[in-house]
């Protein structure tokens, strides 16, 4: 080729891929791609002027050459062909414009377009494609193809283009090793040329992309662990080669952590969280040189709201890791009527033990984000919060004041004006921390003050709320402070209990606790009734188990009322009865019901058969007097 020519192909590559790279929104308005269709334009012409590929004709498209037919499609093993002489070095070049312009088309959402001109590439590369001037390029095709297939909801297709690109880097990686050409290195003159280092970075830079939708697609396909693995990997490569955001960064890593936490995971779950925290305190403050597909509206421009918007989701994810562990803890210290159990509060402390000598053997190395000062950083972050489950009050208040310190923190962002669910759910975690705290509370008045407080933030919200667009929350904080008021009702009777001769106080309090709790379970049943205040006969699945609950709990409540009345108390009993008989009914008509409530209708089943018998001695009574 004439250097004349050469020179110009040369020029309008690179002047095509400064256009490529105009944010859209210095685009005019009613022109969004208009730097895109520019860019365009000059890929075609090098293209014309690069003439057609020698092997065009080879390489045209056979009826069964698609995705799977091929082996570069399966991830199977390259042999290595150097793409070397003038039909080679033609094929490549091609395969660079061809690359670009699928790109070029599917950013300006022509998907079809775009992948035409990417499966071109990979034809023309094939051969080639483990060779040192190609493999990136080859790469980075399939990634774009993995991308579009993704968006297009076929995941199958998607995972068999991004599977086969990691094939091909850990087989180039082990077979040869040395940082390979980047594409756009195929238009520059020798002297203008990468150097290693930046070679290897771009390259590295190229599979971490790799790996991160590899991630997306595990999770979408409901690959949990693969997906969780998949996305470790990829935020500790970004740390390594300083190639993230820092608020992106962030939100990835707490996002994670949430993995970890179902899994019972803490100590993961917390490195996660601890490096959220300091990597989310870089924001603003360092620049990389990360592309547009990693780059988050940190760079657009509306830093503030969307850096308080994912302070406030950090902190929730912080809420829910103190929340889990302090209710995993209870779970593996409760007896069967939910209070502590001694016995099982020393094989937890027993179990501690065990927990700790993991965590310096082998889970802390497997996970560990960072080195020197980065690490350090995490791990003073990480020692202010305990991973183990708490096993006393002292323990869980310090998890408890964590978790508390978060809640305010997001509060501050997801208010009840503008964030009405993200607002009630901070607020029901925030009661559910005083919840669980009460559990290793053995002062029953303090104990009763948690619950007080629960249900001083709980309350103002059913008045808040319009039942007709918020049902579902509403029937939840119905619940949750009909369970409250109920929780310090039977504490109120246990500290009477233990008075030789209650006063007329106690009794005003536990009969109007006692009244809140049947007020607030009642309104919960109503709910459920159809637009004619009709019971449903088939209760949904979906509220079956709180509304047993709630019908078991209201029988008790009537059968707590105290009052020196004995006509009163037969009414209450009769309630009570009528309330546990339904319960039983309702199981007999609907076996699966009682796999729901086994404990509950047990018990509603011997209340059915006591409770006229004491109900005949209050008739018997009344009829003496």
Known sequence: MADAPWAEIREKFQ?????????????????????????????????????????????????????????????????????????????????????????????????????????????????????????????????????LWSEREEIETAQAYLESSEALYNQYMKEIGSPPLDPTEHFLPEEEKLAEQERSKRFEKVYTHNLYYLAQVYQHMEMFEKAAHYCHSTLKRQLEHNAYHPMEWAINAAT?????????????????????????????????????????????????????????????????????????????????????DLDKQSELRALRKKELDEEESVRKKAVQFGTGELCDAISAVEEKVSYVRPSDFEEARELFLMGQHYVFEAKEFFQIDGYVTDHIEVVQDHSALFKVLAFFETDMERRCKMHKRRIAMLEPLIVDLNPQYYLLVNRQIQFEVAHAYYDMMDLKIAIADKLRDPDSHIVKKINSLNKSAMKYY????????????????????????????????????????????????????????????????????????????????????????????????????ISLT
Not at 44 to 69: F, I, N, T
Not at 118 to 142: G, N, P, T, W
Not at 322 to 332: E, F, R, Y
Not at 557 to 562: A, R, S
């Open 15 to 147: 002047a095509a891929l400064a256009l490529s790279r105009v944010e859209l929104h210095k685009n005019p308005e009613k022109e969004p791609y208009k730097s895109k269709y520019s860019a365009r334009a000059l890929l075609e012409e090098v293209k014309a002027l690069l003439g057609p590929a020698p092997e065009d004709e080879d390489e045209r498209p056979q009826a069964d050459d698609s995705l799977g037919a091929g082996d570069h499609a399966l991830g199977l093993p390259a042999e290595l062909v150097e793409a070397e002489g003038p039909v080679a070095q033609g094929a490549v070049r091609r395969a660079v414009i061809e690359f670009h312009l699928g790109v070029n088309h599917i950013d300006t959402e022509e998907l079809s377009a775009g992948e035409e001109h990417l499966v071109k590439c990979l034809r023309l590369l094939r051969k080639y494609r483990l060779s040192h001037d190609c493999v990136s390029l080859y790469i980075q095709a399939q990634n774009n193809l993995g991308i």
């Open 256 to 340: 994670l952590s949430q993995f970890y936490i179902n899994k019972q995971c803490f100590m993961e779950a917390r490195h996660c969280l601890s490096a959220a925290n300091v990597i989310f305190g870089q924001t603003g403050k360092i620049r990389t040189t990360e592309d547009s597909k990693f780059k988050s509206a940190e760079a657009e421009g509306d830093v503030p709201e969307l850096y308080h918007q994912r302070k406030g989701e950090i902190a929730r994810c912080w809420i829910k890791y103190c929340l889990t562990l302090m209710q995993n803890a209870q779970l593996s210290m409760q007896d069967n009527i939910g209070e502590l």
């Open 522 to 621: 009642q309104l919960f049943l109503d709910s459920l009734r159809d637009p004619n205040k009709v019971f449903p006969e088939h209760i949904g699945e979906d509220v079956l188990r709180p509304a047993m609950l709630a019908k078991f709990r209201v029988a008790r409540l009537y059968g707590k009322i105290i009052t020196a009345d004995p006509k009163k108390e037969l009414e209450n009993l009769a309630t009570s009865l009528e309330h546990y008989k339904f319960i039983v009914d309702y199981c007999e008509k609907h076996p699966e019901a009682a796999q729901e409530i086994e404990v509950e209708l047990e018990l509603s089943k011997e209340m059915v058969s006591l409770l006229p018998t004491k109900m005949e001695r209050f008739r018997t009574k």
